[in-house]
């Protein structure tokens, strides 16, 4: 009877500390942040990937309709971005630390999360949207079509189906529900959303500017987080979904009820260590699939090798189990970039020099022909209303000259 008791109070025993010890319920925070980190970057990486256009000639007129439809605006991050991204970013974070210290963060805060609600529903019908579309199997086509202009200049254009007013109406009752509660759940949902939406339509132009916003953005994080209270200070004052959260404690919330947030400790992760490092992993998945066009003699292709993705993915995993591992042994917040920019860049550059694509990887343009095409036609004509302007300036002042001096002349005789 006692060896019975004794081996029936051992799993009890083991399962109360489970439950209890703080050294071991943070692994169950660590694993759900790096889960939650992760699924941004390998969906927004994958949506990233832009298949080359068939020409009009193969295609049906359902398949052209689609692909006008699908077309996205796409902000393209250049080397110069790159260059001036730290310096703009540490002139906000600046502002908003002194902000927070010399005003009431509450009217602040709900300024901000009124901002983020917003623009929340967007991203939150965008990421249901991708979600709607994986489990029916099939790309949902479009009922309805909407068109703004001016002076027949295009403003906005929407395509959309009865199933994405029902899902605008369902990120709608999310961002009310976050607005309301603050509940980190609903906060997380809303930062997925960010991630996964802006990670394929933010597109670094090529490994050079990628690797220099990492580097750069390396030295800023460490800066920001090691010698200043600057970054820790508005990353706990910041009550907006710009972070992901998760209990210290998942069974102590599990207890205390799922809409519980009162009395609850949490560990976070800013969206920045997700998506900065995401859009240079989305760029290895879009350098794979150039490597695989190529070799399929530019046609489409749906399914190839993804070497580079699969490296950097991977290295940003390891990246981010280390920065845990670090904070959890110094007992102190890690800039996530001092770890997650060395192990993405190096491990992309270990993927070229192994497979003798250094050169590559390094001449390697993001820019696609129909892109290229459309910025230099942008390009012109801002260039000809540029001069445009500046010939009507000048004739402007002419005629301006013409009418002093007749006035002058008219003065004299």
Not at 26 to 38: D, N, P, Q
Not at 53 to 74: A, F, L, N, R
Not at 221 to 227: L, P
Not at 249 to 273: C, H, P, Q, R, Y
Request: proline fraction near 4%.
């Amino acid at each position: 009877m006692p060896e019975t008791a004794e081996a029936t109070e051992a799993p009890a025993s083991f399962l109360a500390k489970l439950t209890t010890d703080p050294e071991l319920t943070i692994l169950f925070t660590y694993v759900g942040l790096i889960i939650l980190a992760i699924i941004p970057i390998y969906i927004g990486s994958l949506k990233s990937i832009k298949q080359p256009k068939v020409p009009k000639s193969q295609k049906t007129e359902d398949e052209e309709s689609e692909e006008s439809e699908s077309e996205e605006e796409i902000e393209r991050f250049s080397f110069d971005d790159a260059k001036q991204y730290p310096i703009v970013g540490s002139i906000v974070l600046f502002s908003l630390f002194l902000v927070y210290k010399f005003f009431d963060k509450k009217y602040l805060n709900y300024l901000i999360t009124t901002y983020f609600s917003i623009i929340g529903v967007g991203s939150l019908t965008q990421m249901f949207s991708y979600f709607a579309e994986f489990f029916l199997g099939k790309k949902i086509a479009s009922e309805f079509k909407l068109r703004l202009t001016q002076k027949k200049e295009e403003i906005l254009k929407l395509s959309f189906a009865k199933i994405h007013i029902a899902l605008f109406l369902l990120s709608i009752a999310v961002t009310i529900g976050y607005f309301l509660t603050k509940n980190w759940i609903l906060s997380n949902l809303v930062g997925l959303a960010f991630c996964i939406t802006t990670i394929p339509l933010l597109k670094l132009d090529s490994f050079k500017t990628g690797i220099l916003l990492l580097s750069a953005l390396f030295f800023y994080d460490i800066f920001w987080v090691f010698f200043t209270p600057v970054m820790v200070t508005v990353a706990k004052n910041f009550d907006a979904p710009i972070k992901l959260l998760f209990p210290r404690n998942i069974f102590a919330w599990i207890k205390a009820g799922v809409l519980a947030t009162k009395g609850l400790e949490f560990s976070m992760l800013g969206l920045g260590d997700i998506v900065i490092p995401g859009v240079y992993v989305a760029l290895c998945a879009r350098f794979d699939h150039f490597h695989a066009v190529k070799k399929n003699g530019g046609k489409p292709i749906e399914k190839f090798p993804m070497p580079y993705f699969i490296t950097c993915f991977t290295s940003y995993i390891v990246g981010l189990m280390t920065t845990m591992g670090v904070m959890h042994f110094f007992k102190h917040a890690q800039p996530a970039l001092l770890y997650l920019s060395p192990a993405c860049i190096i491990s992309s550059l270990i993927c070229a020099v192994i497979r003798g694509e250094i050169k590559d990887l390094f001449d390697y343009n993001d820019e696609s022909e129909e892109e290229k095409k459309a910025r230099e036609e942008k390009e012109k004509k801002e260039k000809e209303e540029k001069e445009k302007k500046e010939q009507e300036k000048k004739a402007a002042k002419e005629k301006k000259e013409e009418t002093k001096k007749a006035a002058k002349d008219k003065k004299k005789n």
